[in-house]
Nanobody
Framework: EVQLVESGGGLVQAGGSLRLSCAAS????????IGWFRQAPGKEREGVAC????????DYANSVKGRFTISRDNAKNTVYLQMNSLKPEDTAVYYC??????????????????WGQGTQVTVSS
């Protein structure tokens, strides 16, 4: 079965950095998009960043452009989200996700079928 496991969350002060990891198994990793999503209390789940399978193309939410970088290591079946210049509004549970089929709207959560359990990121002011 497909499994996705996030790690790397924690508490950080505003302006600091964290790197999240998403370890994947159960599918041909480098054939698929992987997306990062987040959900904060009282807010809708939103797409943060995504990366394509083989060509490595990326997309980002406007709110994180220039601060976050998504990357993948196909040899390790792992996707990373490097988060720099963190702001309190980045506080959320962060999830990684994978689809079963080709993705046409990579930052929309309905495109994804497999989800990790999430990792909490808290940014203090």
């Amino acid at each position: 079965e497909v499994q996705l496991v996030e790690s790397g969350g924690g508490l950080v002060q505003a302006g600091g950095s964290l790197r999240l990891s998403c370890a994947a198994s159960g599918f041909t990793f480098d054939d698929y998009y992987i997306g990062w999503f987040r959900q904060a209390p009282g807010k809708e789940r939103e797409g943060v960043a995504c990366i394509s399978g083989r060509d490595g193309s990326t997309d980002y939410a406007n709110s994180v452009k220039g601060r976050f970088t998504i990357s993948r290591d196909n040899a390790k079946n792992t996707v990373y989200l490097q988060m720099n210049s963190l702001k309190p509004e980045d506080t959320a549970v962060y999830y990684c996700a994978a689809p079963r089929a080709p993705v046409v709207a990579p930052l929309r959560d309905y495109e994804y079928d497999y989800w990790g359990q999430g990792t909490q990121v808290t940014v203090s002011s």
